[in-house]
């Protein structure tokens, strides 16, 4: 009878706390999510979904059993959320560069290609490759995934990266603080050169061409830049 008492005294015990915890994590979700509503941040509405769908699952969800496997999860989501508040403030200014969309924050610039142009995995050109290097450079890498390709040349101390994608499909950051944005117009075709304040690291080469972004990154001129652009040829 003793151990009968216990055993209804821990069951109404671990119902009580469920509940409480349930509670909580409610309340917890929903002033959370209330910050998000008041907070100065850009998302793309693809993560915005993502970001929602993970609160309403969290939210909602009234299996017991599954209170103590969502309980590190909100922990997990409170700091993303919070880190993503933190990063993703609204930039100072947004430039349109011909099909590059800038956006300038506080220490990096965050770069997007926006083109009209229908490339997709199914029609992607793994063979574009330039046709002028500068002299001593050899192509010696090649990396292809989904929609992208990564093509290294190299001369004994140096090396040139050409990186290039479906332009609707990429974005990505570049540190404003060690280094200055040029914007270059030849023959009517627009460029960004982030060019590195420290000549031992390399500078970046942005542009947009037939639905496709590219990147160069290396330690050369901006002559060559422009000249290694100017010489990939899409078919």
Known sequence: MLNDNIRLKNQIFNLILTEALKEDCTCELTALEEEIKKAEYTFSQKTEKFISAIIKRLKYSDSRSKIKKLLPKIGMVAASLIFCI??????????FINDIIVKIFPNYNQYEFNSNNEITIDNF??????????????????????????????????????????????????DNEH?????????????????????????????????????????????????????????
Not at 86 to 95: D, H, Q
Not at 148 to 168: K, N, V
């Open 86 to 95: 933190a990063v993703f403030t609204n930039p100072k200014v947004n430039a």
């Open 125 to 174: 050109n793994y063979d574009i490759k330039p046709h002028y290097i500068p002299d001593g450079f050899r192509l010696t890498q090649c990396f292809y995934g989904l929609g992208t390709a990564e093509l290294i040349y190299e001369s004994e101390e140096e090396s040139i990266i050409i990186m290039y994608g479906i332009a609707d499909s990429i974005e990505f950051s570049i």
């Open 179 to 235: 280094s200055e944005q040029i914007d270059i117009t030849d023959n009517s075709k627009q460029f960004v050169l982030h060019k590195s304040e420290d000549i031992s690291r390399p500078s970046n080469f942005i542009w947009t061409d037939s639905g496709y972004g590219f990147v160069i990154t290396a330690q050369i001129s901006e002559d060559e830049f422009v000249n290694i652009a100017k010489n990939i040829i899409i078919e």
